[in-house]
């Protein structure tokens, strides 16, 4: 048996144990964290290559050529080379930029090289990829400080002391005019103008650099440079990437294999992609308790793809976990803490997820909503008659829209609490619920006593219910 699959036998057993027990979820932690640096040489090309395939949305052109590609460099004694493209354009990161560090550390893991290019001059240039207008250019000053820190934050993922840097100027900067007319007369114009992005600018009436179209063709040539055997990227990065393919056979080299990794969508869970302009990240370089909350506080159904995201899980523990969830045997609550616990021990070891693990508990587990001090309040005589979306959307302004209140519903992540001394009980409303007036959901769901307490949770956010 493998490596891996040793790790993963130890680890199933635990995931089969009651993942409420705090000795059962620090087991597990320890045994999944190991992972992360666990050699993957001893996996056959086919392994490797569906180990890879896993955690891909596109892997052109499949993930049997991979194989094969694996294997005949075996055979000849050597690894792929692997190239992953860094245009860097922020200092600070977050968890979605994680995602394809953690599979190329896999591709590390299974003795391949990797290169990382420094897109030192097509930052200059800006990429537009999902962008609906042009992004501004860095100096070399910017490039400097955001390549710095982004090293620093995502260094918990991947090891890059094993790893070749290469950046793009070192041909990009010295091509003659001739040579780039040369590659763009072989590449189709209707092929640059197939983004959507483009079109979209187009037909809205607004500009289009040459510059931009130029940009695929120019991180093309990175891979034709560097001979790349795979090319890893967001999967927003898919054309610039097959172009590649298309710049590589131009220079009369075999086509690299495309590994396009998911966009992560962010913790608010209104279907947008995780991002600091809208404020539904986790930082890299937050505290162990603010990572472990904000990973609470996502709905249920970001679990699976968070866990296939941020974990070394395979395919089969991941199953395993949602036979018991639907059997019931397994608490959502009880998994999300397990995932919280997974990126914390990611970031900042086993004992700091624990100790993040046990401040969540005595915090809003066992602790009385009475002891919070300051909580907004509805008046049931006031508001009673509105919708609960209505008094989300505009009494509370816990959500953005009524249709947004709606979304939280059919995330689960909208409960009525009700407190009877220390005890404390959630309701989960439906979104039907959520278009009911809330003296009528409050009435009905408070049939059995009069609570000491009323209380309407929205994801993180809390109020109380008065008369």
Known sequence: ?????????????LLAQDLSSDTTVQRLLEETATRRYLDLTDLSPAEQAELI??????????????????GAAREAGHGLHVKFGIDPTAADVHLGHAVPMIVLSRFQRMGHDVTLIIGDITAKIGDPSGRSAE???????????????????????????KVSFRHNSEW?????????????????????????????????????????????VAMAIDS???????????????????????????????????VGMPLIEGTDGSGAKMSKSKGNYIGLNSTPDDVFGKVMSIPDRLMEPYLRAWTEWTDAELEAVRGRLADSSLHPMDLKKVLAGEVVAALHGVEAAMRARDGFTAQFSRRSFADVETLPEVSLAEHGAESVTTVLAKVLEFAPS?????????????????????????????????LRPLAEVVAERAAAGAPDGLYLKAGRKLAQLRD
Do not use: C
């Open 135 to 161: 992004r501004p250019p860095l100096t070399d000053e910017d490039i400097a400080g955001n390549l710095a820190g982004y090293r620093d934050q995502v260094r918990p993922f991947f090891d890059f002391e």
């Open 1 to 13: 048996m493998t490596r891996l699959g040793e790790s993963v036998r130890r680890a199933s057993a």
């Open 172 to 216: 990009l900067a010295g091509i003659t005019l001739p040579r780039l007319i040369g590659v763009l007369a072989q590449v189709s114009a209707s092929s640059l103008l197939q983004r959507e992005d483009f079109r979209g600018r187009l037909d809205a009436g607004h500009g289009l650099s040459m510059s931009e179209l130029i940009y695929p």
């Open 402 to 434: 009524a249709s947004a209140a709606r979304r939280l519903a059919k995330q689960n992540a909208l409960r009525l609490v009700l407190q009877d001394g220390a005890e404390q009980r959630a309701e989960v409303l439906s979104e039907a619920d959520a």
């Open 224 to 258: 034709a440079e560097i001979d790349a055997d795979v090319e890893l990227g967001g999967v927003d990065q898919l054309l610039n990437m097959q172009m590649g393919r298309r710049v590589m056979e131009i220079y009369g080299q075999t086509p690299q294999l495309v």
């Open 53 to 70: 395939a896993a955690r891909a949305v596109e892997l052109v052109p499949s993930a049997e050529r991979l194989a094969e590609r694996i």
